[in-house]
């Protein structure tokens, strides 16, 4: 994949033609060393305003790329046109770490990074277009963490993107305000779009195949904000299952291969108009951290770690079930179905806060489902000692969420 890029001169000169604010990077010549210099430079030295475009080509960096200014944008010619290759990189923790509000990227891809594709942190009104962030070499618990990866951020897009090959999350965004996650693809990663800790976001139109888990909806313990208010819709979550390849000791580890979409500890999720099939372990896990390997951390006075208002309806589901990954899920199935049989689309862990009150009133959990073809309490407080298939308890209806608004300017 990797080759030499000719006519730097011809790019200089055509770059110094053009103004401030709309700058191309040179092409990069036998010496890619020297592109990469100036693309630093051309960031570090970034004002508010500038697009800094980069032409077709394959570019070579050794070491991380940063950008700390506000109201840039980063354009290349075309996701598969413009590849900044981070295969030979010997410093950095990232492929291209931004601190600055009102950012864009857009049209380019980012491959074989040391640790994180594009990580944007601490920053607002950012747009991540077009952007594909791969590892060549396939899944690996080698491959760098996150692919994009916004985490305490506010008034985030993510359209038309792609990320293969993650070893936690291809698609990621963390203790954030206000999500759109669209029209993207995730494969190949141990999650394939994962909403962390994070209040107001939309999932829908994206594609999830081939990962481990297809969706996942987390609140893990230990950090300042909890997540809610997200809605998953109008996705293909489609055969997620191959092998967990996370690193131990990550939340992300303890993710069943085969697992569709997943709801940990979190609360006022709607789930509806996805299609979502052929997922191994089941099409649908909700669970408390309980079931993940946090349990001692989620001890906290602030965390709340029991899955709520959890609304599923309305979604096309079919598959799966048939081979549920890990001891204790596969003695689960044969033991409720046999060799032979399948769990039914949604699996719940069982956990659920026994005290919960609402207006004085004792209430359980409020997960409730529709249009699926059962739901197994799987009874982890128990040991899995007394799973249940009555259903009885999740026909119920909850208010349909709002749609997110993303307040630019």
Known sequence: ????????????????????????????????????????????????????????????????????????????????????????????????????????????????????????????????????????????????????????????????????????????????????????????????????????????????????????????????QQGGNIRVFNNKVIANNHENFGAKGTPVASVPAGSGIVVNSNDDIEIFGNEIRDNATTNIIISSVYSTGYKDSSKSETFDPYPERVYVHGNTLSGGGDSPDGFDLKALKMAMYGLRGNFPDVLWDGYYNKDRKVDGQARGPEICLRDVSGVINADGPGGYKSPSKDTQSFQCELPRLPAVDLKRG
């Open 1 to 224: 994949m990797q080759r030499t890029m000719l006519m730097a001169g011809l790019a200089l000169a055509l770059a110094a033609c053009q103004p401030k604010t709309d700058e191309q990077v040179p092409k990069a010549d036998a010496a890619s060393a020297d592109f990469a210099q100036k693309l630093h430079e051309r960031l570090l030295d970034a004002k508010p305003g500038d697009v800094i475009e980069i032409p077709a080509g394959t570019y070579h960096f050794d070491r991380s790329l940063t950008l700390r200014a506000d109201g840039v944008t980063l354009r290349g010619a075309g996701m598969d046109k413009t590849v900044l290759s981070f295969k030979g990189q010997k410093a950095g923790a990232e492929g291209l770490l931004v601190n600055g509000d009102d950012f864009a990227i857009e049209h380019l891809t980012i491959q074989d990074s040391k640790g994180d594709g594009l990580k944007i942190s601490e920053s607002e009104n950012i747009t991540i277009r077009g952007v594909k962030v791969e590892w060549t070499g396939g899944p690996s618990t080698k491959n760098g963490a996150y692919g994009l990866y916004p985490v305490l951020t506010r008034n985030v897009l993510i359209e038309d993107s792609v990320s293969i090959g993650a070893s936690d999350a291809g698609i990621y965004v963390g203790q954030s305000d206000g999500v759109i996650v669209r029209r993207s693809r995730a494969e190949k990663n141990v999650a394939g779009i994962e909403i962390e800790n994070t209040i107001n976001a939309d999932v829908y139109d994206n594609v999830a195949t081939g990962n481990t888990g297809g969706i996942l909806v987390f609140n893990m313990p230990g950090l300042k």
